[in-house]
């Protein structure tokens, strides 16, 4: 296969584990055969300074015209002025609406191995393994009025939280494909007791699940499933929710896999294309020091692999060596251990094990 991938490294930590990212991805084409083109581009705070905007246009041309884009992190102190006009998070807002990116798919999944960090009981970690599928482009984050404004009263913000029929229903129908291939359960998390777009959204999602009789449907109070995440995590499947809510219980459920820098994700829309990166921020306090851990990048470039490119024997071999780096005692910092690699250590330690995963993989199916 030959694919054109746009990496997006950004800002604090994002050119470090995107680097390792791509050696990673480099490996995978040199075992698997294949040839991946790479073109580099700005987006967050580095295309602020560069460009006076969060999203340049040929960022967004290069990545509609790529077949898929891997993003590491945007934002930092330097643009952190809640008074300014332009914002790193513009840019990933932009580029998720102009690449037509309506879904965010994050699974979390519980390592044994890991089981110490997570500030739960291990018995509350025991079978962890769910996906949330996140709304992204409506709700809060884009809905229209919004802004600031002086009043007799003072000062007054407003934001606007809408959703349409047609927004909610192709991404609970998402979360239901997915389901049909994995226990067969979708919890819709709402606020249908207060909120008249989540009300909306519990009544469309009715309707999409009489498609798929062969799939569970229950509904959660936001509230109460975010207490569910850290006493009943295992219950979950495929979790389906709108945009702001989804922000804040995947955080949350870093929790359980006991790291931030473990988690990938994958922004999808009606292509192929899609836009990979990993759950966590710049961490503007260890940028440059070469000790973040590039597990959640690498874990992206794997789902890059299967959504974009079709190719689940590579996916499976770069999932199947993080895991074995990990269970072989391999960890970064902030997964507790004594001895830490330094980010270029823990990219070396996955390549390594790539090699003998390769070999398996050539005869998964």
């Known amino acids: 296969m030959n694919a054109n991938i746009v990496l997006l490294p950004g800002d604090g930590i994002g ?11 480099d490996a995978v084409a040199e075992r698997f055969g ?6 580099e581009h700005l987006l967050g705070g580095c295309a602020i300074d560069a460009h006076g905007t969060a999203l340049p246009e040929s ?4 990545c509609r015209a790529a077949d898929a884009v891997l993003l590491g992190a945007v934002g930092g102190p330097k643009w952190d002025d809640p008074q300014a006009k332009v914002r790193p998070e513009q840019g990933l807002l932009a580029i998720r609406a102009g690449l037509g990116l309506y879904a965010n798919v994050r699974p979390v999944k519980a390592i044994p191995s890991l089981a ?9 970690l025991k079978g962890v393994d769910f996906v949330v599928i996140r709304e992204l482009t409506g709700g809060l984050y884009f809905g229209q009025p919004k802004g600031r404004e002086q009043t007799p009263q003072g000062e007054r913000a407003v934001d606007t939280l809408v ?4 927004e909610i229903r192709r991404i609970v129908r998402l979360a239901f494909q997915l389901a049909q291939k994995r226990r067969k359960l979708v919890t819709s ?11 909306l959204w519990r009544k469309v999602a009715i309707e999409v699940g ?6 569970k449907l229950e509904h959660q109070l936001v509230d109460s499933a975010a207490m569910r995440l850290v006493t009943h995590a295992a219950n979950f ?9 989804g922000d804040i219980l995947t955080d949350e459920a870093a929790v359980l896999a006991g790291s931030l820098g473990l988690l990938p994700s994958a922004s999808l829309g009606e292509g192929k294309r899609g836009l990979y990166e990993p759950i966590h921020g710049s961490a503007p306090d260890i940028a440059g020091k070469g000790i973040a851990n590039p597990i959640g990048t690498i874990l992206s470039a794997a789902m890059l692999l299967r959504h974009s490119l079709g190719l689940e024997r590579e996916a499976h071999a770069v999932e199947a060596a993080v895991s074995a780096a990990i269970d072989d005692g391999q960890l970064t910092a902030d997964l507790g251990t004594q001895r830490p690699l330094t980010t270029a250590q823990m990219g070396a330690a996955v390549r390594e094990r790539l090699g003998r995963e390769a070999a398996v993989a050539r005869n998964f199916d």
């Not at 050119?15 to 991805?25: Q, Y």
């Not at 110490?116 to 509350?124: I, N, Y």
């Not at 009489?210 to 799939?215: G, L, Q």
Request: aromatic share 8%; no cysteine; proline share 7%.
């Open 189 to 199: 998390i709402d606020k249908a007791n207060v909120l008249e777009s989540s009300r």
């Open 163 to 166: 959703y349409t029929d047609g």
């Open 15 to 25: 050119p470090e584990v995107v680097g390792e990212a791509r050696r990673v991805l």
């Open 34 to 39: 294949h040839r991946f083109n790479y073109t």
């Open 116 to 124: 110490a960090l997570s500030p739960l009981k291990p018995e509350r």
């Open 210 to 215: 009489k498609e798929f009789p062969d799939v």
């Open 237 to 245: 499947d495929v979790i389906v929710t709108e945009n702001m809510f």
């Open 59 to 62: 960022t967004l041309a290069a």
